[in-house]
């Protein structure tokens, strides 16, 4: 090996993780605006279209997590979806037609997507390697970083989006994607960032199965996750078609609200943290669905677009509850295998896309923004419920081991 370079490695890894949050926070309010007003898609073909996307995402996660815990070198995995996260947001904004969309986001972003987990599951290593008593409260920070994207980054999207070109917030996010695999290249000169955690082996005569061994009330709290998440992410489509088409606002008024509920929801995310010390994991993740299905179910009756923000702090606090939450919950999951199980972030994802666009579609053809939006609260409120019913015996402060 040659000369190791000196690196601030974590200032650069928290500037990774800011970036990552760009990508989302630049794309998501704005991604069926895109699809469905800008580009004409009926919304029955966008659902489909996210549909096709999350089966291929499927596939691509769970390749990416089997190979995360086997590959010498991490980074390398960061830089592929990296690369294919910038190729696919250029493409939607070069092309500008429904064609390039179906393209980006069903045959190249799915592969994309990973780098967020993928940045998740190395950091996770690095610092369980470099820093193993202080890693947990890293990756909280790390995960600080890509929420402060989101208190930043939308207002100012929303105002070239509605000033500009809408088209533009894919340029952005994309110019994002090419700063992470900078990054994870430059890192690349640093031998102490090629770390890898100790190889598992299935014991012997076990089966292939075993790999993916989860306790039963773990798969239950992960699919009412993905039901929380379905709620949540299908309002996320309707929501800014509701604000733009119904109550007369604009695409600035979209990314100001994305703005202020990352900006209530990043404060939020201290107190989680404290809170983390005294109750358990699933009692915070029942929490965030009701906070979620309250929220959604207030806006269905919202008269302005003020109200909207007004009841932000509702939903910023069940998503700071569900974000902080979620990824420590899924690490967990398969004892050993930390790519694996942050794979199932991926996973998770995957399967509220799948949930959240069939309920798009079926929900757009009731041509009732509100109902559609009440229906959306339902699926969270569902999760919270199936969280605490399954895990009732873990609801509450923690025990010791």
């Known amino acids: 090996m040659g000369h190791s ?11 990774s993780m800011f970036f990552s949050g760009i990508t989302y926070a630049a794309t998501a309010p704005y991604a069926s605006l895109v699809g469905v007003d ?16 999350s089966l291929i995402g499927l596939i691509s996660a769970v390749g990416l997590g089997l190979l995360s815990d086997r590959i010498k070198d991490r980074r ?11 190729t696919g947001h250029a493409l939607i904004f070069w092309g500008q037609s429904p064609l390039t969309f179906i393209i980006a986001t069903a045959v190249i972003m799915p592969l994309g997507l990973g780098c967020f987990s993928q940045c998740l599951g190395f ?25 402060l994207a989101w208190v930043i980054v939308p207002p100012l999207v929303g105002w070239i989006a509605s000033a500009y070109s809408v ?7 994309s110019l994002s994607y090419l700063a992470i695999g900078a990054i994870f290249l430059v890192l690349l000169r640093n031998r102490d960032t090629a770390v890898q955690s100790p190889r598992i082996e299935r014991a012997e005569g076990a089966s292939l199965l075993s790999t993916f061994a989860i306790e039963r009330p773990k798969i239950f709290g992960l699919c009412s996750i993905v039901l929380m998440w379905t709620g949540a992410r299908t309002a996320s489509y309707i929501v800014p078609l509701f604000i733009v088409k119904e109550l007369g606002g604009t695409l600035a008024n979209v990314g100001i609200y994305s703005g202020i509920n990352a900006a209530i929801e990043a404060p939020s995310m201290f107190a989680i943290a ?63 295998r930390v ?38 609260a339902g699926f969270s409120l569902i999760g919270a419920l199936s969280m605490a019913g399954s895990n009732f015996k873990r609801l509450g402060r923690l025990r010791s081991a």
């Open 123 to 147: 950091m996770r290593v690095y610092f369980v390697h470099h820093r193993p008593d202080r890693a947990d409260f890293i990756m909280t920070i790390m995960r600080m970083m890509f929420t």
């Open 339 to 376: 790519g694996l199980s942050t794979s199932l972030i991926d996973l998770m994802g995957i399967a509220t896309n799948l949930l959240s666009a069939a309920a798009f579609a079926v929900l757009m053809g009731l041509n009732d923004y509100r109902l559609a939006i009440a229906c959306a």
């Open 5 to 15: 370079v000196r690196m601030p490695v974590t200032p650069m890894l928290g500037t």
């Open 76 to 86: 390398w995995l960061v830089i592929l979806t990296a690369f294919a996260g910038m």
């Open 167 to 173: 088209f533009l917030v894919y340029l952005l996010s």
């Open 274 to 336: 404290w809170l983390t010390t005294k109750v358990s994991k699933e009692t915070l993740l029942a929490i965030a669905g009701l906070c979620l299905a309250v929220f959604l179910a207030s806006v269905s009756l919202a008269p302005s677009i003020l109200v909207i923000y007004c009841l932000l702090v509702i939903n910023a606090v069940g998503v700071a509850l569900i974000q902080t939450q979620n990824i420590a919950y899924a690490q967990d999951a398969i004892k050993g």
């Open 38 to 53: 800008a580009l004409g898609m009926a919304p029955s073909v966008f659902a489909t279209v996210m549909a096709i996307g």
